[in-house]
Nanobody
Framework: QVQLVESGGGSVQAGGSLRLSCAASGVTYGHSYMGWFRQPPGKEREGVAAIYSLADIKYYADSVKGRFTISQDNAKNTLYLQLDSLRPEDTAMYYC?????????????????WGQGTRVTVSS
């Protein structure tokens, strides 16, 4: 059974940084896609970043390129998202997701397994 637990959210001022973590169990690292998604208040869930560790391929939404960095620690079964240069428009609930076969890594509907989310609030 796949379980994903996010942590690390919080409230920061614009320009600040946060690091989100996703502790995973039941996921075969090296053979899975892992992704970060966010859902701003009143909006649809959107892809932020994803990784396919077997090929070390990373994917980023245009809105976060150069500011967010996805990484993982296979030994700890943990996925990370480093959020730098945060903006008020980054305010959202952030979710971790996983699946073995994904056609479009930044598309939420591609993933079957989800965490409960961690909230990020950026004030101006």
């Amino acid at each position: 059974q796949v379980q994903l637990v996010e942590s690390g959210g919080g409230s920061v001022q614009a320009g600040g940084s946060l690091r989100l973590s996703c502790a995973a169990s039941g996921v075969t690292y090296g053979h899975s896609y892992m992704g970060w998604f966010r859902q701003p208040p009143g909006k649809e869930r959107e892809g932020v970043a994803a990784i396919y560790s077997l090929a070390d391929i990373k994917y980023y939404a245009d809105s976060v390129k150069g500011r967010f960095t996805i990484s993982q620690d296979n030994a700890k079964n943990t996925l990370y998202l480093q959020l730098d240069s945060l903006r008020p428009e980054d305010t959202a609930m952030y979710y971790c997701a996983a699946d073995q076969r994904v056609g479009y890594p930044l598309r939420a509907s591609e993933y079957r397994y989800w965490g409960q989310g961690t909230r990020v609030t950026v004030s101006s």
